[in-house]
């Protein structure tokens, strides 16, 4: 599969394992690929997003928002939301861990960055970002995958990148039509 990703998209997923390794996670997520892409310019999912008015200051505070979810154990503010429902107060248990543990202990990273040795692994939800790309561009007749076959995919399936680039003014449907205007088909 990666013999079809583009240049820009080859290096979102090279920053991506860059954001897992400086992070000191055990593999490659989403919400990395989703940083890798922030950091991007003069490339199509950068256009985008820059488009949707997320640059500067914007592109900070989606930082913020990921390094959060990070905090809550990759858990959306809808996935918390749903506990609070049950009585469970995520910010507390969050809270007491880091209380114990340090600041970030619930992450999964892990900052004695000297611990891994060998090649990150991609997780679940990365992998499926990835297969989505593909998908993604294959339904609308493109011969490559880019940058922003990666940047809709992210915002294509429920989960923390989705949630924060909603929460920044940035949907699936918005992109669609930036890229590939009106009269093109969704993904499907």
């Given amino acids: 599969m990666f013999e079809r990703f583009t240049k820009d998209a080859r290096e979102v997923v090279q920053g991506a394992v860059g954001q897992a390794e400086r992070a000191g ?106 297969e989505r790309s593909l998908h993604t561009a294959v339904a609308h007749g493109d011969r490559h995958i880019g940058d922003e076959h990666i940047l809709l995919a992210l915002t294509d399936r429920p989960g923390v990148p989705a949630e924060v680039l909603v929460g920044h003014g940035v949907t699936h449907e918005q992109l669609i039509r930036l890229l590939y205007g009106d009269g093109q088909a969704q993904a499907g």
Avoid: N, Y
């Fill in 25 to 130: 996670a055990p593999c490659v997520e989403a919400e990395h690929m989703l940083l890798a892409l922030l950091e991007r310019e003069g490339s199509r999912a950068s256009f985008a997003l820059a488009s949707l008015g997320l640059s500067g200051e914007r592109k900070e505070s989606v930082r913020e928002a990921v390094a959060e979810a990070r905090r809550r154990a990759g858990l959306s503010q809808a996935d918390a939301d749903a506990l609070a429902g049950l009585g469970i107060d995520v910010s507390e248990i969050v809270a007491r861990v880091e209380e114990v543990h340090g600041v970030g202990a619930m992450s999964g990273d892990r900052k004695d960055k000297g611990w891994w040795s060998g090649r990150r692994t991609f997780g679940r939800g990365a992998k499926q970002v990835l």
